[in-house]
Each structure stands twice: as C-alpha cells, then as structure tokens.
C-alpha cells in the first residue's frame, strides 16, 4: 500500500511516495527550499510543487513544525511564519492541492511513530523520547508505545532561552561549532530532559543522525540509552504517510 507523505521543516519542505508495508520511500524524494517568508499561502504553494512532482492522487500526509490539533488546525509556529497561528492548515492544503484528503501532524510526532513501528523503537516500551535534530529541535514522547503528542521539548528552557537556540543542527551550521562542541550542548539539553521524564532510551533523529558516529559517542552521562534513528531524515515523510493511512481508514 503506497501513501503519499510530506514533510514541511524550517528550511525545505520534502515528499515521496510511501510504501508502508516497508516503511520506506517508494521513490526518490523531491524536495524545494521553504519559502521566505514561510506564510502559509506561499508554504502552500510549495507542497503542491511536491505533490504535482509526483502526478499523485490519493490521501497526503503532511507534517507541520509546529503544535497542530485534530489533524488540522495549527496552534504554534517557531519556525516558520507566525502567520501560520489558527490556520486550518488541512483545509488550506487540501484545497491547494486540488482537493486530494489531507492529514497534518506535529513534524516530531510523525517522525517518532514511524521510528517506533519501522525504526530504532520496535517493540520497545517505557519512556521513550524520539528527538529530532535540524532548524529546531522537535520532540516525540512514547509511553509504552504510546504517543503523547505535541510535546515540542525544543522549547524547553536551557541557560535562559529556548532549547534549540542552544543546541539544534542549525545552531551547530551557524556558529561552525565542532563536533565536540556541539556534542556538549546536546548533552546538557538531553540530561535536562532525562531529569524531567527520566525515560529509558532516546532516539536521535533528524538530517544530522546520518552522522550519527561523530557525536553520539562524544555524549556521556546519561542514564538512559542513545542510539541513533534507523529512517533517518525520512522518517518525517513515512510518518506523515502514516497518519493519513490511519486516518483514511
């Protein structure tokens, strides 16, 4: 059963057909810079490039960076435009779109259910913190195999600003931190959110897990264990497609 996902993040915006009896891309992605400004009509504008990319017809599961309620409207937007604030973004897109269903998720929360059904998660229970590391720092918080949804734990304050302010990739690109560096700012974000949900296992997520072998090995201290995503910087677009299956049905 193929599904067509779309993931929308700070700085592009990405979609592919899904096979998700695989959990994996069952095409090359296509993938466009997000647009600036980030306002919904011209992010609109650019997931219809994506899915017309693809001639798709058929439900589209999109992601969104942000907190989103009820599969559709959008109540936080750190990283792209504040317009986005109490937009249906379901109506908006699909009407865009030309009319194909449409279900939209918190970007953190389709990347982590993917993860745990396809991913470093099977099969395990516990607290489990799916993190996603990019523009932001996005959060997927599983509870025996549960998500809690929306949690956006980049938000959390650290040393008096917002987490991702300190330690997300973009913070990393941006001051040309060494890997060292940056390994130590991701370190006292995660120690934060282990002494606040003291979970068993963290996974890492987002574009930067595919080098996954130049930090994770630098971070020490923590009690509970650190592995890397398995679907990597895909696992946004397979959840989403996720989403919309589970919504269609």
Known sequence: MQIFGVD?????IKGAP???DRGDLADDRFKVLTPQPSSPDEVAESVKEVVHHFA?????GITFPGVVTDGATVRTAANVDKSWIDVDAR???SDRIGGLPVTVVNDADAAGVAEMHFGAGQGRGGTVFVLTFGTGIGSALFIDGRLVPNTELGHLELHGHDAEKHASTKVKEDHDLSWEHWAKRVQRYLAH??????????IIGGGVSRKARKFLPLIKGLKAELVPAQLQNNAGIVGAAMQAAKSAE
């Open 8 to 12: 929308i993040g700070g700085s592009g």
């Open 18 to 20: 899904v096979d998700l």
């Open 56 to 60: 798709w017809q058929g439900p589209v």
């Open 91 to 93: 109506a908006l897109l």
């Open 193 to 202: 959110v282990e002494m606040l949900f003291s979970p068993e296992l963290f």
